[in-house]
């Protein structure tokens, strides 16, 4: 047997097992979304007996959808931004600036990936409480996000600063550049890349995180996951998961594959924010 | 170095990593101080080991720490396992090959609690697997999947999600073998698993060192999947302590404390348990 006819088999065998891990369970939740009230889908029947979009409608103008939503898409690119600003200097230090401990310094960037979320989640609120700061429920999701997801921005960022060419730096100044227009001129071609990667995988990171917004948030501040997860819990009511699912899977899709593409095309090192 | 230039170094990584360390370490400061009675946010603090006592008495303590390193382990190991022969197929381009890297990534864009429904719709007991099992005549009626009580859902639902990262890294590490290398060894009649053993193992120790930690972590600290697949029977070290933490921080804190020395000992282990069975070089 030749290698490309192993490849092929094995290629077969692939798209079966996929079509089981990945194409049946999202038909299932397509289907469910669409599932009428009036009409239940029972087992006896492979499709539901009458499909409407009454869910979609109905979770849209009863449920907590509309804040959670406003929540989360407001939440992730202030985090976005804000991480970004904060993960700047460091990078710059870490990439640029020669100093005894920068390879310890490297790896201590590292620690909120080390801790466990759910500690992470519980002792913050604890602290939160400590400090007397429940005032304001997103400043304080806001604060632990950004924290959270430093690691990923400082890193890209990193990366990024490293591929600076002095010889661009000292050609600016040489030129007689102010600091802002050396920073354009010299940085910023390098940087915009690592800049964008670094917004979009924090901005899906903060859309997705669960820990946090749970246990900080709740019980009055819902982002879609914590509304997602208390409709798989308590108040398990298939047709409604099935509706939230596809609204926060399809974003998170679509957002990936966006810069998947965009990182191939800026800097393939970069792909997935793992380099 | 000047204290000046020390100075701009610290003011640099003030905003970042200082962040980072002074927010974790406080959080780690506060878990282990509330463990032994510190940091009351009810009443008096007082210095005790009590709580410990208490928590390690009690078998629903126990049964989460031996529940989770379990749903720990076999998370990391499963998805390694998994993720390396894929990884060794995938080393070499061939037509299709960015396909078949692309679905096998795709789990990593579903976010966990909608993998765990997706999941769930499967195999309840009118979902899909039931239908099929009584349709081709093998049961005779639907049978009860979800929540089954040796966790098999949690696991395959870990390996699932973590299988796609653990591939991230590997084909990283496997692209980077020589060619010649791996020739070298054929010619002198290395068969396949010698070839994998001896060379392809050892190259790419580091990068699954790495993919054993990171899935071990994450899983040893499960909630979202164990509540919603997991067995009803038994709890995971996240949900004991977000369930305990409802009458007592102080017990929570001990669970929290324990989460975190089993992620730090566990993950060493399993590096090192990792490494000695290849025995490859010292990490690079």
């Known amino acids: ?275 | 170095m000047t204290a000046r230039r020390w100075i701009t170094v610290l003011l640099l990584l003030a905003p970042g990593l200082g962040l980072i360390v002074g927010m974790i370490g406080m959080v780690v400061y506060i878990a282990v101080a509330q463990s032994f009675g510190l940091y009351n946010l009810n009443g008096e603090s007082v210095l005790t080991v009590a709580h410990w006592a208490e928590m390690l008495d009690r078998k629903l303590y126990t049964r989460a720490v031996r529940y989770s390193i379990y749903i720990g382990v076999w998370s990391a190991v499963l998805s390694v396992a998994l993720a390396y022969p894929l990884a060794i197929w995938l080393r070499k381009p061939f037509r299709g090959s960015i396909t078949v890297g692309a679905i096998l990534k795709a789990p990593l864009l579903v976010q966990g609690l909608v993998a765990a429904f997706l999941f769930i719709n499967v195999i309840s007991f009118h979902g899909i697997l039931n239908q099929f099992m009584q349709g081709i005549g093998l049961w005779d009626a639907p049978r009860r999947l979800q929540n089954d009580r040796g966790a098999f859902g949690v696991l395959f639902l870990q390996t699932w999600k973590n299988m796609p990262f653990a591939l991230l890294l590997l084909t990283g590490a496997v692209q980077a073998i020589p060619d010649d290398v791996l020739d070298a060894a054929r010619d002198m009649g290395a068969g396949t698993f010698a070839r994998f053993r001896k060379i392809i193992a050892p190259l790419s120790l580091s990068a699954m060192q790495a993919a054993l930690v990171i899935i071990f972590i994450g899983a040893v600290a499960d909630f979202s999947f164990q509540v919603i697949a997991g067995p009803t029977n038994r709890q995971s070290l996240a949900q004991l302590m977000v369930f305990v933490r409802q009458t007592s921080w102080h017990e929570a804190a001990v669970v929290g404390v324990t989460l975190m020395v089993i992620a730090l000992v566990g993950s060493l282990l399993l590096a090192v348990i990792a490494r000695l069975l290849l025995r490859g070089p010292a990490s690079r």
């Open chain 1, 1 to 275: 047997m030749t290698q490309a006819r192993i490849n092929s088999v094995l290629m077969g065998a692939l798209l079966i097992i996929c079509a089981v891990w990945l194409i049946i369970p999202f038909t299932m939740a397509i289907l469910w979304s669409l599932v009428d009230p009036a009409q239940p889908w029972t087992p006896d029947n492979l499709l539901p007996p009458e499909m409407s979009t009454f869910r979609w409608t109905n979770m849209w103008e009863n449920s907590a959808l509309k804040p959670a939503l406003l929540n989360s898409y407001t939440l992730a690119p202030t985090t976005a931004i804000v991480t970004l600003l904060l993960a700047m200097p460091t990078a710059y230090c870490l990439a640029r600036v020669p100093f005894p401990g920068r390879e310890a310094a490297k790896l201590l960037v590292l620690l909120p990936l080390v801790v466990p979320g759910f500690v992470t989640a519980i002792f913050f609120t604890a602290i939160l409480f400590q400090l007397g700061l429940t005032q304001s429920r997103f400043l304080a999701i806001l604060f632990a996000h950004c924290i959270l997801f430093l690691p990923f921005a400082i890193r890209i960022l990193t990366v990024s600063f490293e591929q600076v060419r002095q010889d661009h730096i000292d050609a600016a100044r040489d030129l007689g550049a102010s600091p802002v227009a050396r920073f354009r001129a010299a940085y910023l071609p390098a940087l915009r890349p690592g800049i964008f990667a670094s917004l979009l995988i924090v901005f899906i990171q903060s859309i997705e995180e669960f820990a946090i917004a749970f246990v900080v948030g709740s019980p009055d501040f819902t982002t879609v996951p914590t509304l997602l997860f208390s409709r798989l819990g308590q108040d398990f009511i298939r047709p409604d998961a099935a509706v939230l699912s596809l609204i926060l899977v399809v974003p998170n899709i679509i957002l990936m594959l966006f810069l998947e593409a965009f990182l191939k095309s800026a800097n393939p090192s970069l792909s997935s924010g793992k380099a």
